[in-house]
DNA sequence: CGTTTTTGACCGGCGC
DNA sequence: GCGCCGGTCAAAAACG
């Protein structure tokens, strides 16, 4: 089963990235997921749930900024405030077998019950926004899907999915923007700790791909300005239409276009590091390249 | 037949 | 304390 995840993208469902310059700052604290925008071509601009995961991942490394800064708000989430809860941080250097939810539950627990007393940690999360018209965009990842909750505020309802992977911990949510239908807005939480196969776009994948192809379906090739819509909170959505040709979505993921909200501090400088670099915090990819 | 999806129920956190 | 809500579980159904 493990191989599954390795299960070619699909084109037909994977979104394009929305970026641009110029973004606007929007906050998601429905969810403890924060959005941010960064100002240059490229950059990406993210959202940020570190939802006081305590040792975050590439917190030794150093590299992971809080995503504290400037207007960015610290994730809210207080449900999940774990004053010194050692977090095995679920990096990928130690495959977390179900780590960040440290199931070393206590045997009196039945089935729903989860451990009492534990609290959960949540893991850092990505939020991307993608104009799509499906829901699941493939990013190269294998998903089960473990749940479906109507949104409140919202008309559409959100689909939970887990990495298929035994392994690895990795969820995502999907929801369509209450603003724009045809936005999808996908959360990952947390980080594959396996690869995922390549695109044939060619690009992405090599050391890079188990994190790219988390937090990004698919490399953005159009970007559009766009703010994120904060669902329950705002709901204002703004697109800034592509001129792109809506092609079918079977057809092409031209059809897309998809607006990362990656985490990370505010966008240094994308300069070298092209799109990925925009996308994907310093510390993470360097924990990320070592660890393959 | 194995895997994934669906869906109602359950659980825990939060606000009032 | 209670109700609301987000998130998860797990049995059953659907699917390939």
Redesign the pocket.
Known sequence: ?ED?DRAPPDPATAGEFVGNSSWSLSVDD???SHFFSGDRDGTMFGDIGWDLVPDRIGASEGSLPPVQTGSIEQAP?????SNNQSVSSSSSEDPPEKST?SEEKPPEI?????K?GQ??IRQPRFAFMTKSEVD?LEDGY????????????SPFP?????C?NSKCTV?K?VERSCEDPTIVVTTYEGQHCHHTVGFPRGGIISHEASFTGQFAPTMPQFYYPIQIPTE?NTCTTTVSQPSQPHNDHKAGRLSRATTAVSDASPPQHPTDEGLLGDIVPRGMRSREERNI
């Open positions: 089963m599954k429905s969810d403890g989430t207080s449900s999940y405030r939810v039945p089935s729903k019950s989860k009492k609290k959960r699941h294998r998903w089960r899907k473990y749940g479906q909750k109507a949104v409140k505020n959100r689909s939970y999915y887990r298929t969820k949510r329950s």
